[in-house]
C-alpha cells in the first residue's frame, strides 16, 4: 500500500490510533471529540489549531484510503468515527504504539520512544522498541526511518510512512 497522507490526515489518523488505545470507554469518537484530541496540547508536536472543517475533510480523505471512518451504530445520537489501521496493517501493539507516537510527536530517540509509549503499549526494554521500529522500516513503503545523528550523537527515528508536507 502506497498511500500519502497530508499533515491533517496524519494528526487524525495518530488521534483516533492513540485515544483507542488510552481511552477506549470513549472511543470511537464524536467530531467534536476527534477536533479536540487533535488540537490536545500536550502530546502533540506540532500543536495544532485544526477547525472542525480540516478534520471533517481529513476524515473523509481517510475513509477514501480505507484507513478511518464512521462506525455504523444505532445507539448512538452522533455519527462517531474509528481508524482501520489495524484491518489493513495488522500490526503488533508494539508497532501500533510507535507509529501512534511517531505520528503525534514527530521524531524521538528510541528510549524517549519507550517512555512516551507507556499508556499505549509498555515496552519490555529498548531491544523491544527497536524490534518494532525495524518491522516498521521494512514495510513497503517504510513507515519510520532513522534520522541523521544529532549534534549529541543520538539516533532518532521519525514516521516515514505515508506521510507527505502539504
Not at 508536536?45 to 462506525?71: C, H, I, N, W, Y
Not at 489495524?86 to 508497532?95: I, K, T
Not at 503525534?104 to 518494532?132: C, K, M, N, W, Y
Request: proline share 5%; glycine share 4%.
Amino acid at each position: 500500500m502506497n498511500v500519502l497522507l497530508t499533515e491533517v490526515e496524519v494528526r487524525v489518523l495518530g488521534s483516533l490510533m492513540e485515544k483507542d488505545a488510552t481511552t477506549p470507554d470513549y472511543y470511537p469518537l464524536s467530531l467534536n471529540a476527534l477536533v479536540n484530541a487533535c488540537n490536545q496540547k500536550s502530546n502533540r508536536d506540532p500543536f495544532m489549531t485544526l477547525t472542525e472543517d480540516a478534520v471533517r475533510q481529513g476524515l473523509a480523505s481517510l475513509k477514501e484510503k480505507k484507513l478511518a471512518g464512521p462506525v455504523n451504530s444505532a445507539d448512538s445520537r452522533v455519527t462517531k468515527y474509528e481508524h482501520r489501521v489495524q484491518e489493513v496493517f495488522n500490526f503488533s501493539r508494539g508497532e501500533n504504539a510507535a507509529l501512534c507516537v511517531l505520528m503525534l510527536r514527530g521524531a524521538q530517540t528510541p528510549g524517549e520512544l519507550r517512555g512516551r509509549t507507556e499508556r499505549i503499549h509498555a515496552f519490555e526494554d529498548l531491544d523491544e522498541v527497536q524490534s518494532a521500529l525495524q518491522k516498521l522500516m521494512q514495510r513497503d513503503p517504510p513507515l519510520a526511518q532513522v534520522l541523521q545523528r544529532r549534534k549529541n550523537h543520538v539516533m532518532c527515528i521519525c514516521f516515514a510512512g505515508w506521510w507527505s508536507p502539504s
